[in-house]
């Protein structure tokens, strides 16, 4: 018998990402969002997935559909920003809801060479700095979803 699949309307964001971040754009039953601090561009894809704290514990077409949200965001912040490094780590050792960081990084930001969480204050932005910087993601993203929504499987 195949256990009932999770319905993504059953899911609520966890409730620091909510407070740390600001929604870019939802695409299929994922959630991507701009973490809300001006020092760097960090971007978090949400798998909607109720329960969902792992990666590896998601079923082969929750787990290829975010790692599609990955490569097109990837591509879009590498076309935007032309980073030196581009970080990506799902790691939940403060908020346990599976979700995926991916941060454009340079060798004269305030981190560098090291980890952004946890180095030194954020720096909330203004709504305009918020919506300037959601703005070309969300448009580029929106591109790079639907190219890769095309491509043969």
Same mark, same amino acid.
């Given at each position: 018998?195949?256990?009932?699949? %999770?319905? &993504?309307?059953?899911?609520?964001?966890?409730?620091? !990402?909510? /407070? @740390?971040?600001?929604?870019?754009?939802?695409? =299929?039953?994922?959630?991507?969002?701009?973490?809300?601090?001006?020092?760097?561009?960090?971007?978090?894809?949400? %798998?909607? &997935?109720?329960?969902?704290?792992?990666?590896?514990? !998601?079923? /082969? @077409?929750?787990?290829?559909?975010?790692?599609? =949200?990955?490569?097109?965001?990837?591509?879009?912040?590498?076309?935007?920003?032309?980073?030196?490094?581009?970080?990506?780590?799902?790691?939940?050792?403060?908020?346990?809801?599976?979700?995926?960081?991916?941060?454009?990084?340079?060798?004269?930001?305030?981190?560098?060479?090291?980890?952004?969480?946890?180095?030194?204050?954020?720096?909330?932005?203004?709504?305009?700095?918020?919506?300037?910087?959601?703005?070309?993601?969300?448009?580029?993203?929106?591109?790079?979803?639907?190219?890769?929504?095309?491509?043969?499987?």
């Amino acid at each position: 018998m195949n256990a009932p699949r %999770p319905d &993504h309307d059953d899911w609520t964001l966890h409730p620091r !990402l909510k /407070a @740390d971040s600001f929604p870019i754009i939802q695409h =299929g039953r994922l959630q991507f969002r701009l973490i809300n601090d001006r020092r760097f561009v960090w971007v978090l894809i949400v %798998p909607m &997935h109720p329960g969902a704290e792992q990666l590896h514990q !998601l079923s /082969a @077409d929750w787990r290829e559909e975010t790692l599609t =949200g990955l490569q097109a965001l990837s591509e879009t912040l590498e076309h935007l920003y032309d980073p030196d490094r581009l970080n990506v780590g799902a790691i939940g050792n403060l908020v346990d809801q599976l979700h995926v960081h991916c941060v454009v990084r340079r060798t004269d930001d305030p981190a560098w060479p090291g980890v952004v969480w946890g180095a030194g204050t954020p720096e909330p932005m203004e709504p305009i700095e918020l919506l300037a910087r959601v703005q070309p993601i969300a448009a580029g993203l929106g591109d790079a979803l639907a190219r890769h929504s095309e491509r043969p499987t």
